[in-house]
């Protein structure tokens, strides 16, 4: 029987996941090692009861009365914290699902890799943090990562079977998020509600806000060109508002092959769930005919800031990106506690990067996990300066 863990369980991916595996027969098909939430420790109690999980473990310290009480009697072990997550992902589990929302999502991926397991990684910040390291680990641990972001799995599908050096670009889709058709004077002053408006994807609210910006597209060409090691400038973005294609890869004989579906994770957690075969996915199937039309559209830059600095990341590569992430996942912590605007976010994310490069170089080939935890402590901090410094220009104090 096949074993499994779960990383950011009780999050949208996670349930994703959940679901997929509770359908392919749950605790009769596959033995669950290991459950991880946050927060929500009786969602997480619910699932580790159902799956019959070894241990659920919750990184909020103070939830752990809580989740023990939901889960005594049911013989699943329970613990929590940070180090108990990373702890769980030393157990041996043959399939790990990486679903943990941001940086917090390093280091168990990193451990479950030293140990030479399966990582499907839809946390995308690993691979923009430490791509290298996260890559070098993974060969050197024998270990295979399968990308999950449906961007990702396109690609990764695109290009089964294929030379990579025969492959000329690579065309990330973008629906472009809740206010692609907004005006540009009225985006600065969208509000959280407003971005959260997904018109195809139900995903969790991070990435939901990401993708109205575009740093969710930032940070998926970041990840491809850690992913595929491909160069920078073989990396397109276009503006795809259907989200049927979820990405191409064309080829140096001009050819694109384009990876197409209904817009729903379970195709690529299932696709990494059951590589390397396909199996029934319980996903809509697209009616052509139906659709009859799609359309595409160049981005533009103005609008998108995080589109053009993800270009620098690229270019300095070493430490930009665990800068980058930080700093985005800081702006997006203000723009969703109502201290900065919608447009404030690339400001900050520019001016951390800018601040951050006269106090340390960014360019290095050789990286540890403590450089890249200490950039991104850094980062976060250079971030807050960042917003207050923006709230003075604005009071004028
Ligand atoms: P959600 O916000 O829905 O879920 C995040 C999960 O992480 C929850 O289980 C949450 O716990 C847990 N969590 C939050 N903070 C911490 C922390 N500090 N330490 C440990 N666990 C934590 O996110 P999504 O499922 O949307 O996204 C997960 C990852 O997948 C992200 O990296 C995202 O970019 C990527 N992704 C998501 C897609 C989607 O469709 N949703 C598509 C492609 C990629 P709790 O809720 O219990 O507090």
Request: hydrophobic fraction near 50%; include cysteine; glycine fraction near 8%.
């Amino acid at each position: 029987m096949r074993s499994i863990s779960i990383f950011g369980a009780t999050g949208s991916i996670g349930e994703s996941t959940y679901d997929l595996i509770l359908r392919a027969g749950g605790a009769e098909a596959f033995r669950t090692v290991a459950l991880t939430g946050g927060r929500n420790v009786a969602r997480l109690a619910e699932m580790a009861r159902t799956l019959r999980a070894d241990v659920a473990v919750c990184a909020d310290e103070q939830s752990l009365p809580a989740l023990r009480d939901a889960l005594a009697g049911s013989g699943v072990a329970v613990a929590a914290g940070d180090s108990a997550i990373a702890e769980a992902a030393d157990r041996p589990a043959d399939w790990v699902m990486s679903a943990i929302v941001g940086a917090a999502g390093l280091v168990p991926g990193l451990r479950a890799l030293r140990h030479g397991r399966t990582l499907a990684l839809a946390n995308k910040e690993s691979l923009v943090t430490a791509g290298p390291l996260l890559m070098a680990e993974a060969a050197r641990y024998g270990a295979r990562i399968l990308p999950v972001d449906s961007e990702h799995s396109a690609i990764f599908q695109a290009m089964a079977g294929e030379d990579i050096a025969a492959v000329e670009r690579i065309i990330l889709t973008a629906s472009g998020g809740a206010l692609r058709d907004w005006p540009m004077e009225k985006l600065a002053r969208a509000t959280v509600a407003e971005a959260l408006a997904h018109p195809n994807w139900a995903m969790g609210q991070r990435i939901t806000i990401d993708s109205a910006s575009m740093f969710n597209k930032a940070l998926e060409v970041i990840e491809t060109r850690e992913y595929f090691d491909v160069r920078p400038d073989q990396i397109e973005v276009i503006i795809h508002p259907e989200s049927l294609i979820h990405s191409m890869v064309g080829f140096r004989d001009g050819a694109i092959m384009a990876h197409m579906g209904a817009p729903d994770m379970r195709h690529s957690i299932g696709y990494a769930l059951n590589w390397p075969q396909r199996q029934d996915l319980p996903v809509a199937r697209l009616d052509l005919a139906k659709i009859a039309s799609m359309t595409f559209r160049a981005p533009d830059l103005a609008r998108y800031p995080a589109l053009r600095l993800c270009r620098d990341v690229m270019q300095t590569r070493g430490l930009a990106g665990a800068a980058f992430n930080a700093a985005k996942e800081r702006a997006l912590d203000h723009f969703l506690a109502g201290a900065i605007g919608f447009m404030d976010m690339g400001h900050v994310v520019e001016d951390t990067l800018a601040r951050l490069l006269s106090d340390m170089r960014l360019e290095t080939d050789a990286m540890t996990l403590e450089d890249i935890l200490g950039t991104d402590h850094l980062a976060r901090r250079r971030a807050d300066e960042s917003v207050q410094a923006l709230a003075k220009g604005k009071s004028g104090v």
